[in-house]
């Protein structure tokens, strides 16, 4: 019965249209009057519980990395940088938006904000130069669903301030899937690109890649920045959002001379905006986390998922299945704060590392951006790409397929994440 009640009013509220943010308030409501213990005091205090998180404040500094980011021009010197290196093959400009998606994930953290940065100036590059708008689309949002994955991760912070993980130790166990993703994307890109006939760029001279290198130096500097600060101990997750913020400020203003001070106005507000959103969602999540602990509802799922408990394959082929459908019809970041809580328990009862548990976890939502009807990547590629949705939804299926797979041998082989955690001494 409590389970029903948790369902039937989270989801009966957002059939309402009511936002996701007021939809977790709700069933913490429900919850809460189901036990017999509503009291608007309990609700006000996890409300700032959920919110009163240090390792939650990277957040808007790394939002603001990306805001940065897109309205300095670093994104373009990004892309000449990439065109300097593999412009001259076949399929050039694919290989150019994996390279730039996987580099801007180093810098932002954001999945959303990556793809309508990048579709927004490479697309009309790709169709001009032969390549079909809706595909080029598609392998942009693919590319972009890295950044969840890859450290300064957003989702992968959230994760942590729900379950108490380590941060730092989430974002190494990150890389190596990380990259096998973006390796993925340009194999198949390689197998397509075999039979279009788009335009070739000229190979460049070592002198034009080299000043391409120099343009690009600064900004490709900063993901470096961040992950040695971070593994060595020199700064924390949260300290190095703020080197990277300032770091960025540097850039624009010193560096590229890029924005003024009335454009950064502008800028912060935008930032403002965006990490609004998302700190209400995790402070109204804690709501519901809190009453899920209390209404023992790991525990009913524990009991559901008990003839799998025995093989940590099936548990979490099982599992990952759940967290599929759910990702097609909700966005990453409510997932994750509605699902850990429920989760978590279970991954430790299984004896599953949590560290693993939170890279598949997430990559498994990462994917789900790029499913419909929710799917935010696929809407920002489609919208910031101008193309139509039914030609996009045609094209992302092959590079969907391709990520599950990783996704498959992740489950599989979890090696592929520990074995190099430790190896980086995390």
């Excluded at 060595?232 to 590229?256: D, K, R």
Aim: aromatic share 10%.
């Amino acid at each position: 019965m409590t389970v029903a009640i948790f369902l039937f009013s989270i989801c009966g509220a957002m059939a309402l249209g009511m936002p996701i943010a007021f939809a977790l308030l709700v069933c913490g409501v429900a919850l809460m009057l189901h036990l017999g213990m509503f009291d608007t005091r309990i609700l006000a205090q996890n409300l700032i519980i959920g919110a009163d998180n240090f390792a939650l404040m990277a957040i808007p500094f790394f939002i603001l990395v990306g805001e940065l980011m897109n309205a300095g021009g670093i994104s373009k010197k990004i892309i000449n940088f990439g065109i300097a290196l593999v412009g001259h093959i076949r399929g050039g400009l694919g290989y150019v938006a994996i390279i730039t998606a996987f580099i801007f994930a180093g810098l932002s953290g954001s999945a959303v904000a990556d793809t309508a940065a990048l579709a927004a100036i490479m697309v009309p590059m790709m169709a001009e130069a032969g390549y079909v708008k809706s595909r080029s689309a598609a392998l942009i949002g693919a590319g972009s669903i890295v950044a969840p994955i890859l450290p300064p991760s957003i989702p992968f912070i959230i994760f942590a301030s729900i379950s108490g993980l380590s941060v730092m130790k989430l974002f190494m166990a990150g890389i190596v899937p990380g990259v096998m993703v973006a390796v993925s994307l340009a194999v198949l890109w390689w197998y397509m690109a075999r039979r279009m006939n788009v335009k070739v760029y000229p190979r460049r001279s070592l002198k034009e890649i080299a000043i391409a290198i120099k343009d690009a130096a600064w900004a490709l500097a900063l993901p470096f920045i961040i992950m040695i600060g971070i593994k060595f101990g020199i700064v924390t997750p949260t300290e190095a959002s703020v080197v990277a913020v300032f770091y960025t400020l540097f850039l624009c203003f010193v560096v590229y001379r890029s924005i003024t001070i009335r454009d950064l106005y502008h800028i912060l507000i935008s930032a403002a905006k965006t990490t609004s959103v998302i700190m209400f969602l995790i402070a109204a999540a804690m709501v519901s986390s809190w009453l899920i602990a209390i209404a023992n509802i790991p525990a009913m799922v524990t009991s559901w998922l008990a003839p799998y408990m025995g093989n940590q394959v099936l548990l979490l082929v099982a599992i990952n299945i759940l967290v599929f459908i759910v990702g097609t019809a909700m966005d990453l970041t409510p997932t994750v704060l509605i699902l850990t809580p429920v989760l978590m328990p279970i991954i430790k009862k299984a004896g599953i590392d949590p560290i693993y548990f939170g890279v598949v976890f997430i990559l498994n939502n990462a994917i789900g951006l790029l499913t419909p009807p929710v799917g935010t990547v696929l809407n920002a590629a489609c919208g910031a790409g101008k193309v139509l949705m039914d030609d996009l939804m045609k094209d992302i299926m092959p590079f969907l397929l391709i990520e599950t797979v990783v996704l498959i041998l992740l489950i599989l082989f979890p090696q592929i994440v520990l074995v190099p955690l430790k190896w980086m001494g995390v």
